[in-house]
C-alpha cells in the first residue's frame, strides 16, 4: 500500500524556519519527481517546489525563491523542504506529490500520489 506521510509543521513567527519532511511507503522512490504543493482555505492547490528523479533538478515558485529550498534523500525514502524566513503569506497546508512518468504511448502507467498534508501557520 502506498502511502506519503508528511511531517514537520507548526506555527511559527514571520522570519522564523521550519523544515518539511515527507517519507513515502509503498514506491519506487528513487523513480518519483516529488513535489510540495500548498492551499489556504478557498484557495486553488499551488506549486511550491519540485525536485526531479532523473538529476535533481529544481524548481520553485516565485514566491518562494531564495527562501525555500527542496532536497530528496532516496536512501531514506523522503523528500524535505526547508523553509526560511517564513511570511504569513507562507500558511497553509503544504502536500506533497510522488509522480512517476509514463513511458511515450502508455499513459495508464503514470502514477500519481499524494499526503495527507501538513499545516503550516506563520503568525506573530
Known amino acids: 500500500q502506498v502511502q506519503l506521510v508528511e511531517s514537520g509543521g507548526g506555527l511559527v513567527q514571520p522570519g522564523g524556519s521550519l523544515r518539511l519532511s515527507c517519507t513515502t511507503y509503498?514506491?519506487?522512490?528513487?523513480?518519483?519527481?516529488m513535489t510540495w504543493f500548498r492551499q489556504t482555505s478557498g484557495e486553488e492547490r499551488e506549486l511550491v517546489a519540485g525536485i526531479t528523479a532523473a538529476d535533481e533538478t529544481t524548481n520553485y515558485a516565485d514566491s518562494v525563491k531564495g527562501r525555500f529550498t527542496v532536497s530528496r534523500d532516496n536512501a531514506r525514502d523522503t523528500v524535505y523542504l526547508q523553509m526560511d524566513n517564513l511570511k504569513p503569506s507562507d500558511t497553509g497546508t503544504y502536500y506533497c506529490?510522488?509522480?512517476?512518468?509514463?513511458?511515450?504511448?502508455?499513459?495508464?502507467?503514470?502514477?500519481?500520489?499524494w499526503g495527507p498534508g501538513t499545516q503550516v501557520t506563520v503568525s506573530s
Open positions: 509503498g514506491i519506487t522512490f528513487s523513480g518519483y519527481d
Open positions: 506529490n510522488a509522480v512517476l512518468e509514463a513511458p511515450a504511448g502508455w499513459p495508464h502507467l503514470r502514477s500519481d500520489y
